[in-house]
């Protein structure tokens, strides 16, 4: 086991106000600013637009709480990867609210959502579209999949052959199709939550890792306690749920968001803080922390990016203009387990990526 005590597509254009400050007015090559500093113009203004532009958090949080009941995690991991432009590989056994979370979601943005159920006998057109022939004028007419929708549920991602999981997963990396000789924008925002079960494996066909890589988050949720569950029996121990939510946000209000979110201050320790954490999993750093035989491969550049922007986003949830090592720490388990592959020195020792997350968290030196 793990030694505990060793040491060691179409882009809107950007209001000026979500610029990052700086301290000589012009952030194009500018220093990083290093400290909140409250008597900082720049840093006054970003507050105020953080504070201004995030209002509508909490009350689309407990919009969601009233019918999403003890999946907090999962409500705010939804809500980091739509600001962030990300997706999110969920995993957890079957009525935990997977469906009805994002589809509160949609309803609370009024987004289009739509619902996809993994099959193995599923084609790649039954996502994306496909050319249709037309007799009435011989010419090809094209219908477009479900995919173009601005929130996917790809259900039991994992039971469907690569070929659909690529189709799937080439639309998240470039968020287009391309039909026939035309390639065709998806919406934005666009957010893929794809779940698996992991109590049954037989017939089933396991992502490869470069594409679980394009997940941003895997999340992973588990039952309710006591007091959740006595809570949802009440709520839904009835042929007639309240499952009606008020629509709290507008889509342009997400996607200015995400400009702000972008502004958040980050210092640059943190930043070398996040670059630390994603080399040592990689050997030979791990050695130093007696994990390196552990690993058969470590996080990619993209997680870096995508810790980067998790902690922005958490930032931005909690009505912050900076980002603190908390929020880095609290999303990174979720953003690195997936991109940690374990050796089979691991599988026998039973220690697992998340095991190897922790220890790097609580020895790595947090600044």
């Known amino acids: ?12 254009p950007i209001d000026p ?3 990052p400050p700086s301290l000589n007015g012009d952030s194009r090559g500018a220093a990083p600013i290093r400290l909140p500093e409250e008597g900082n113009d720049g840093f006054r203004a970003l507050r105020d637009v953080v504070q201004e532009h995030s209002a509508w958090i909490r009350p689309l949080q407990q919009e969601m709480g ?37 589809k509160t979601l949609a309803n609370c943005v009024t987004l289009n959502f739509k619902r996809l159920q993994f099959t ?14 037309s007799p009435q004028d011989g010419k090809f007419r094209t219908k477009h999949g479900p995919i173009f929708s601005n929130l996917i549920l790809a259900d039991e991602i994992n039971r469907a052959p690569a070929k659909v999981q690529s189709a799937l997963l080439e639309a998240m990396q470039e968020h287009q199709v391309t039909l026939g000789e035309e390639t065709y924008a998806l919406p934005n925002p666009f957010l893929v939550l794809a779940t698996q079960n992991p109590l049954e494996h037989e017939g089933t066909y396991p992502l490869p890792e470069a594409q679980i890589d394009r997940f941003m988050m895997k999340v992973v949720i588990t039952y309710p306690n006591r007091t959740e569950e006595r809570a949802i029996l009440d709520a839904n121990a009835t042929t007639e749920p309240g499952l009606v939510v008020r629509r709290i946000v507008t889509a342009e209000q997400i996607l200015d968001a995400r400009h702000v979110v972008n502004s958040i201050h980050m210092d640059e320790k943190i930043r070398d ?16 922390f007696n994990i390196n035989g552990y690993i058969q491969n470590g996080a990619s550049p993209r997680a870096t990016i995508n810790l ?3 902690a922005r986003a958490t930032a931005f949830l909690n ?10 720490k609290s999303i990174a388990l979720d953003v690195l387990r997936h991109r940690v592959t374990v050796s089979y020195e691991a599988e026998a020792e039973n220690v697992t990526s998340e095991d190897i997350i922790r220890k790097l968290l609580d020895t790595l030196p947090v600044p």
């Not at 193995?120 to 022939?133: F, N, R």
């Not at 803080?273 to 994603?278: A, E, P």
């Not at 009505?319 to 880095?328: A, E, K, L, S």
Request: a positive charge; aromatic letters at 4%; hydrophobic letters at 45%.
């Open 66 to 102: 009233r019918v999403i009941v003890g999946q907090k995690q999962l409500v705010d991991r939804l809500l980091v990867a739509l600001l962030t432009n990300g997706h999110v590989l969920l995993e957890g056994v079957p009525g935990l609210a997977k469906t009805l979370s994002l």
């Open 319 to 328: 009505g912050r203009h900076f980002v603190t090592p908390q929020d880095v």
């Open 1 to 12: 086991m793990i030694d505990e005590q060793t040491p060691v597509a179409t882009k809107r």
């Open 120 to 133: 193995p006998d599923m084609l790649p057109a039954d996502i994306v579209g496909t050319m249709i022939y």
């Open 308 to 310: 980067c922007l998790a």
């Open 17 to 19: 106000r979500f610029r």
């Open 273 to 288: 803080y996040i670059v630390d954490l994603v080399l040592a999993t990689r050997p030979p750093i791990a050695t130093s």
